[in-house]
């Protein structure tokens, strides 16, 4: 699709909500006073955010952040430091939607002078600044042409600007603060990591990327490519999406409410026979049933007042980004669209998990037939049963990600390593035992969101590792000095254990409650403690770097093996899972060496470019991430063969972490880059 024009991009679908207006509070659903605009786009009066923040609880304004009211999305403040209700007053104005909401005192007949207006004065506007927005009278306008840094700014007759409300429209200001960098104005793009990035961005983390372009550059066709198509169709879906799912909800509960009278009707008459005798059994019935009942319509509601705040949401950036395209310049439709993308997977996992959630639900009462009889003897009146079912598929695939999402692997603590089924839809898989290695392929199965709301730097997660229970699992944050632990089925960290330095790796412990963790910037390998952390043997095994170390228990060195690489904290090492082997990266190859510190074999390939993160699945194949070319790479046990794990449905970015859970088949990746949202994805084997 290349036509540019937001507005015909959705002429066959249904618009979005009509009530929501591109100039109205999502608050006070008035016109906006003073709008300020958060991180996540959305825009608020300065005077509503600010009573929204200050009736915040302080747990819930921690390190100079706080939560969009309509997506939850955080913002940062530039000086978290600073007292709350301060709050607004360093968050930047939106010059667009104050521009677009002052066009209409333009047609009238009286103009009032803004800036006379602030000190409390009336006089009449004669002029029009097109650079501040705002109508002026005689005076500032000679104070704009008397002061050096506004001397430039472009004024016209108030009556031009009556007469052609464009003039006021055609160059809003771009100068789009970054949102990892306080004070620092979006300048370049990256597009390999889709990323909009300031001049710190780009001296940081953006040095060695290719195709770096400033973002004027880019702007001129932004209308007439695909690119602000494929934004527009993929908000545009979620908000379809969510509205169906609302529908499914609205008619789930209205069956529940008619079967629950079917079934309470059917109650009072048998308790009619026997009232005297049943009826305390009758209320009790009721009361049961009916506290059931609320508790399940309550939690449709709930899902479906999140669906709706998803909705909300996508509703209100759709409006923006319409009145972007059609009022902004390309510069800002461009940065908009950008910043919008990446919000797209957050609001589309929610739809995911709301859809991989749904139940089909019935209730069903198993009434007594013989309680006349036996009247004295009764207790109850029946059981109440409720019939659950999952919702079949609409078979929606993600044209733009093309990922197959996947039920969720039964736990195979408890069972042989020599055969088990995986569940991908409907359809089962097997690993069968020794099966080829070349023919197990990667499946996603999850993706994690790893940040907190406390957070301001961005998640990096260098190392991680199962727990003993194959569903938690804990992971290394080196940029936020952490540990944060993961339930395998919830989108957020469920935990989180700050550190005095940044964590390199963790791994467990020989007992069964300790986990180990390096902490580089401290020189220290420290030891915690931590409910249900797998044990293992009596050593640990170290990269340095610029070699490997074998250490006791009590941290001394057994051995030290050389190695050819210099320091870096992406220096992997993995031990087999009969710890009798050692792997670790050497320069560009992988080796493979016995405890005693022997060169068992040395594998390189062209293909195999800069690894980094090591793991072994059941039978010990290797499983490499190679940050530069941007693939997860394998190498058989014996070191024979390798090859590039090929498939459409993985999508890491570019990976630096990994590691398999306990029975070796599944596995997680992070990436050092966020593409889409995503730092940590879930995997699985099948073959």
């Given at each position: 699709m290349n036509n540019g024009s937001v507005t015909s991009l959705k002429k066959n679908k249904k618009d979005p909500d009509p009530d929501i207006d591109v100039f109205t509070c999502p608050l006070c659903l008035r016109h906006y006073s003073d709008p300020k605009q958060l991180d996540c786009l959305h825009n608020f009066c300065e005077g509503c955010l600010n009573t929204y923040i200050t009736s915040k609880e302080k747990k819930d304004l921690l390190d100079g952040k706080f939560t969009c009211?309509?997506?939850?999305?955080?913002?940062?403040?530039?000086?978290?430091?600073?007292?709350?209700?301060?709050?607004?007053?360093?968050?930047?104005?939106?010059s667009l939607i104050t521009s677009l909401a002052e066009g209409v005192p333009l047609n009238s007949e009286t103009q009032v002078c803004t800036p006379c207006k602030r000190e409390g004065k009336t006089s009449?506007?004669?002029?029009?600044?097109?650079?501040?927005?705002?109508?002026?009278?005689e005076f500032c306008k000679g104070i704009h042409r008397k002061i050096k840094q506004i001397t430039g700014h472009r004024i016209i007759p108030l009556e031009e600007a009556r007469n052609k409300p464009g003039n006021r429209r055609l160059e809003p200001k771009t100068d789009e603060t970054c949102t990892e960098h306080k004070g620092k104005t979006v300048e370049l793009f990256c597009p390999g990591h889709r990323k909009l990035c300031c001049v710190v961005c780009f001296a940081t983390n953006h040095r060695e990327c290719h195709g770096i372009k400033m973002i004027d550059e880019l702007v001129t066709d932004i209308k007439s490519t695909g690119e602000l198509a494929e934004v527009v169709d993929a908000m545009t879906e979620i908000v379809h999406r969510a509205d169906e799912q609302i529908a499914d909800k609205s008619q789930a509960t209205t069956l529940l409410n008619l079967k629950y009278a079917e079934l309470t009707e059917k109650i009072e008459l048998l308790t009619q026979k026997a009232i005297e005798r049943l009826e305390l059994l009758r209320e009790e019935s009721l009361r049961r049933f009916e506290k059931f009942h609320i508790k399940e319509t309550k939690a449709l509601e709930h899902r479906m007042s999140v669906l709706q705040s998803s909705k909300l949401a996508m509703d209100l950036d759709l409006k923006y980004l319409e009145a972007v395209a059609k009022h902004g310049s390309s510069s800002m439709l461009f940065i908009t669209s950008e910043r919008l993308r990446h919000q797209i997977g957050f609001h589309r996992e929610i739809l995911t998990?709301?859809?991989?959630?749904?139940?089909?639900?019935?209730?069903?009462f198993d009434f007594n037939e013989?309680?006349?009889?036996?009247?004295?003897?009764?207790?109850?009146?029946?059981?109440?049963?409720?019939?659950?079912?999952?919702?079949?598929?609409?078979?929606?695939?993600?044209?733009?990600?093309?990922?197959?999402?996947?039920?969720?692997?039964?736990?195979?603590?408890?069972?042989?390593?020599?055969?088990?089924?995986?569940?991908?839809g409907k359809i089962p898989h097997s690993i069968m035992g020794n099966p080829e290695p070349f023919s197990l392929k990667l499946i996603k199965e999850k993706d994690y969101n790893g940040s907190t709301p406390n957070e301001r730097r961005i998640v990096w997660f260098t190392g991680g590792m199962f727990m003993a229970d194959g569903v938690h699992f804990l992971m290394a944050d080196y940029n936020n000095h952490k540990l944060k632990k993961f339930k395998r089925d919830v989108y957020y960290p469920v935990m989180e254990f700050p550190l005095e330095s940044a964590p390199c790796d963790v791994t467990a412990a020989n007992n069964d409650d300790e986990i180990i963790v390096t902490l580089p910037h401290v020189c220290?390998?420290?030891?915690?403690?931590?409910?249900?952390?797998?044990?293992?043997?009596?050593?640990?095994?170290?990269?340095?770097g610029d070699c490997i170390k074998i250490l006791g228990e009590d941290g001394v060195e057994i051995q030290t093996i050389p190695t050819?690489?210099?320091?870096?904290?992406?220096?992997p090492v993995v031990v087999s899972r009969d710890n009798q082997k050692i792997y670790h990266r050497d320069g560009e190859a992988i080796v493979c060496r016995s405890t005693e510190g022997e060169e068992v074999f040395r594998y390189q390939d062209r293909a195999l470019r800069e690894?980094?993160?090591?793991?072994?699945?059941?039978?010990?194949?290797?499983?490499?991430?190679?940050?530069?070319?941007?693939?997860?790479?394998?190498?058989?046990?014996?070191?024979?063969?390798?090859?590039?794990?090929?498939?459409?449905?993985?999508?890491?970015?570019?990976?630096?972490?990994?590691?398999?859970?306990q029975t070796g088949r599944r596995l997680w990746v992070t990436a050092n880059i966020r593409r889409s949202g995503q730092l940590l994805t879930m995997f699985y084997l099948i073959n």
């Amino acid at each position: 699709m290349n036509n540019g024009s937001v507005t015909s991009l959705k002429k066959n679908k249904k618009d979005p909500d009509p009530d929501i207006d591109v100039f109205t509070c999502p608050l006070c659903l008035r016109h906006y006073s003073d709008p300020k605009q958060l991180d996540c786009l959305h825009n608020f009066c300065e005077g509503c955010l600010n009573t929204y923040i200050t009736s915040k609880e302080k747990k819930d304004l921690l390190d100079g952040k706080f939560t969009c009211p309509i997506c939850h999305i955080p913002t940062s403040i530039s000086v978290p430091e600073s007292n709350p209700e301060t709050w607004t007053g360093q968050l930047p104005d939106n010059s667009l939607i104050t521009s677009l909401a002052e066009g209409v005192p333009l047609n009238s007949e009286t103009q009032v002078c803004t800036p006379c207006k602030r000190e409390g004065k009336t006089s009449a506007a004669k002029h029009w600044c097109r650079d501040c927005f705002e109508p002026l009278c005689e005076f500032c306008k000679g104070i704009h042409r008397k002061i050096k840094q506004i001397t430039g700014h472009r004024i016209i007759p108030l009556e031009e600007a009556r007469n052609k409300p464009g003039n006021r429209r055609l160059e809003p200001k771009t100068d789009e603060t970054c949102t990892e960098h306080k004070g620092k104005t979006v300048e370049l793009f990256c597009p390999g990591h889709r990323k909009l990035c300031c001049v710190v961005c780009f001296a940081t983390n953006h040095r060695e990327c290719h195709g770096i372009k400033m973002i004027d550059e880019l702007v001129t066709d932004i209308k007439s490519t695909g690119e602000l198509a494929e934004v527009v169709d993929a908000m545009t879906e979620i908000v379809h999406r969510a509205d169906e799912q609302i529908a499914d909800k609205s008619q789930a509960t209205t069956l529940l409410n008619l079967k629950y009278a079917e079934l309470t009707e059917k109650i009072e008459l048998l308790t009619q026979k026997a009232i005297e005798r049943l009826e305390l059994l009758r209320e009790e019935s009721l009361r049961r049933f009916e506290k059931f009942h609320i508790k399940e319509t309550k939690a449709l509601e709930h899902r479906m007042s999140v669906l709706q705040s998803s909705k909300l949401a996508m509703d209100l950036d759709l409006k923006y980004l319409e009145a972007v395209a059609k009022h902004g310049s390309s510069s800002m439709l461009f940065i908009t669209s950008e910043r919008l993308r990446h919000q797209i997977g957050f609001h589309r996992e929610i739809l995911t998990v709301d859809k991989e959630k749904t139940e089909d639900l019935d209730y069903r009462f198993d009434f007594n037939e013989h309680f006349l009889a036996t009247a004295e003897k009764i207790t109850s009146l029946g059981k109440l049963r409720v019939k659950r079912s999952n919702v079949e598929e609409n078979n929606h695939v993600n044209g733009e990600q093309g990922l197959e999402r996947n039920a969720p692997v039964i736990d195979l603590a408890s069972r042989s390593l020599e055969t088990y089924t995986v569940m991908s839809g409907k359809i089962p898989h097997s690993i069968m035992g020794n099966p080829e290695p070349f023919s197990l392929k990667l499946i996603k199965e999850k993706d994690y969101n790893g940040s907190t709301p406390n957070e301001r730097r961005i998640v990096w997660f260098t190392g991680g590792m199962f727990m003993a229970d194959g569903v938690h699992f804990l992971m290394a944050d080196y940029n936020n000095h952490k540990l944060k632990k993961f339930k395998r089925d919830v989108y957020y960290p469920v935990m989180e254990f700050p550190l005095e330095s940044a964590p390199c790796d963790v791994t467990a412990a020989n007992n069964d409650d300790e986990i180990i963790v390096t902490l580089p910037h401290v020189c220290k390998i420290a030891h915690y403690r931590i409910n249900s952390v797998a044990s293992m043997g009596d050593k640990i095994v170290v990269s340095f770097g610029d070699c490997i170390k074998i250490l006791g228990e009590d941290g001394v060195e057994i051995q030290t093996i050389p190695t050819l690489e210099s320091f870096t904290y992406t220096a992997p090492v993995v031990v087999s899972r009969d710890n009798q082997k050692i792997y670790h990266r050497d320069g560009e190859a992988i080796v493979c060496r016995s405890t005693e510190g022997e060169e068992v074999f040395r594998y390189q390939d062209r293909a195999l470019r800069e690894p980094a993160g090591l793991a072994l699945d059941f039978e010990d194949n290797i499983y490499v991430c190679d940050c530069k070319s941007n693939t997860i790479f394998q190498v058989t046990s014996d070191g024979s063969r390798g090859r590039v794990v090929r498939s459409a449905r993985v999508n890491v970015g570019s990976p630096v972490g990994i590691g398999f859970d306990q029975t070796g088949r599944r596995l997680w990746v992070t990436a050092n880059i966020r593409r889409s949202g995503q730092l940590l994805t879930m995997f699985y084997l099948i073959n």
